[in-house]
């Protein structure tokens, strides 16, 4: 039976830190999604192996052996699937142990509807983690939570902009402390050394901080969709050109060396 990609990518999404599992422990929670969430009748190495080639994942070097192994009873071996008919199920306990990992929650998938989520390609994970989150709340109609994200969005990405030119310090206060976000774009927009951002950046940065402000600040504001639209542009224009200065394919290449 084929396997459905698209819910076999949502269902591993659910499980804590699956990438970084080994191949072994993967196929415990393919053996869980092609039983439980797809609901076939058993499985074999065959079946497994193509979660594997779905994900694009290097399988496991022997999954029929693996299979075996664990499915037999004795000292020392906790068995982790029940053999039928030459299809393998989950047993019970190890069923209950594996969804301990696996999360309950819904999963969203942000569209490019409020920016391009490529343009956080190859950056870093809690970017990509602010930037999705903004833009599902743009399609979910949360403007005002949008607007809130975006504003912490640039304000990591100013930060980051310091740090990456090592010139941290200039964004900080006597405590040790960084500035809030006012005072982060007035540094960066008086900047000429290390930078100079160009006129719509310059021009936008203040009127996105605004909306963040007011979202998060006014209790009686709240961002409509007319109003969020109207900055889409100005946005990108602001997030690529920070993204450019910052230039994480360079840094991730110096890391490499």
Request: contains cysteine; glycine residues 6%.
């Amino acid at each position: 039976m084929k396997v459905n990609n698209d819910s076999l990518e949502t269902f591993v999404s659910k499980i804590t830190d699956f990438d970084s599992l080994n191949s072994s422990k993967k196929i415990d929670y393919f053996v869980y999604y092609l039983t439980v969430v797809a609901e076939q009748s058993g499985v074999d190495g065959a079946t497994v192996k193509r979660c594997f080639t779905d994900l694009k994942v290097q399988p496991y070097s022997n999954i029929p052996s693996y299979l075996r192994t664990n499915s037999k009873k004795g000292r020392g071996l906790k068995q982790q699937f029940i053999l039928e008919k030459s299809l393998y199920h989950l047993e019970r306990t190890f069923k209950t142990e594996l969804e301990k990992n696996i999360s309950s929650a819904p999963v969203v998938k942000p569209t490019d509807n409020y920016f391009p989520l490529s343009i956080f390609d190859n950056t870093r994970g809690y970017l990509i983690g602010i930037a999705k989150q903004a833009s599902a709340c743009y399609d979910h109609g949360l403007y005002d939570a949008c607007a809130v994200m975006t504003r912490k969005l640039l304000e990591v990405l100013i930060i980051e902009v310091f740090e990456v030119h090592g010139i941290a310090d200039q964004i900080k206060g006597s405590n040790g402390y960084f500035f809030y976000l006012s005072d982060l774009i007035i540094e960066l927009l008086k900047e000429k050394t290390k930078w100079n951002l160009g006129r719509n950046a310059k021009n936008s940065i203040p009127s996105l901080k605004s909306m963040g402000d007011q979202s998060a600040h006014n209790r009686r504001f709240f961002v409509q969709a007319v109003e969020i639209n109207k900055i889409k542009g100005d946005l990108r224009i602001v997030l690529e050109e920070l993204l450019h200065i910052i230039d994480y394919p360079n840094l991730n290449a110096k890391k490499l060396i």
